[in-house]
């Protein structure tokens, strides 16, 4: 069975550092992109970048690029999203969901993890 | 940004109902538009891609239509567990852009 699995809920202070994971389990990691989407609370969905854990050639959104780190491991089969200094503003559910080529779409999403920051 | 416009942002429906929900793109995409459905507290659930093609799993009461601009999603008969959000989202160009979310309600 096709799975991604995400990290559990975190409460950081603004100003903190934070990387969350999505673990895949049931294909080949390295042959699909793995694309990161935000939704804050109460709001729609916003997509954040994507990653090839083949390469870890990435893409950005640019409402993201310079805020968030998108990054792989392919030896565990994970793929990570990062902050270097969270704001409140960044308080909201992140899906992480694997992408198809070509259509572009996002077949199989991670539950989410819920990310609060709040000094 | 390709800018995508759902209408409307909220129906109230009854089971048994045919709802159609309308997305609207700021340029032309071809085909290249997905359907997603989110329940309450859970992740989006892919239904539709380019468009038409229904999703490995997802019941035949979903049905999408449409290209260029304009786009609609129809749920034929709307069964109990079908009360949820929806959100359109285009698949043809980056930043890839999602709808503002068309939430069915029970009359």
């Known amino acids: 069975e096709v799975q991604l699995v995400q990290s559990g809920a975190e409460v950081k202070k603004p100003g903190e550092p934070l990387k969350i994971s999505c673990e895949v389990s049931g294909y080949r990691f390295s042959r699909y992109w793995i694309g990161w989407v935000r939704q804050m609370p109460g709001k729609g969905l916003e997509w954040m970048g994507i990653i090839y854990p083949g390469d870890s050639e990435t893409r950005y959104s640019p409402a993201f690029q310079g805020q968030v780190t998108v990054s792989a491991d392919k030896s565990n089969s994970t793929a990570y999203l990062q902050w270097s200094s969270l704001k409140a503003s960044d308080t909201a559910m992140y899906y992480c969901?694997?992408?198809?080529?070509?259509?572009?779409?996002?077949?199989?999403w991670g539950q989410g993890t819920m990310v609060t920051v709040s000094s | 940004d390709i800018q995508m416009t759902q209408s409307p942002s909220s129906v109230s429906a009854s089971v048994g109902d045919r709802v159609t929900i309308t997305c609207r793109a700021s340029q032309g995409i071809s085909s290249w538009l997905a359907w997603y459905q989110q329940k309450p507290g859970k992740a989006p659930k892919l239904l539709i891609y380019?468009?038409?093609s229904l999703q490995s799993g997802v019941p035949s009461r979903f049905s999408g239509s449409g290209s260029g601009t304009d786009f609609t999603l129809t749920i034929s008969s709307l069964q109990p567990e079908d009360f949820a959000t929806y959100y359109c989202q285009q698949a043809n160009s980056f930043p890839l852009t999602f709808g503002g979310g068309t939430k069915v309600e029970i009359k």
């Open positions: 380019d468009a038409s």
């Open positions: 969901a694997r992408r198809l080529v070509p259509h572009d779409v996002f077949d199989i």
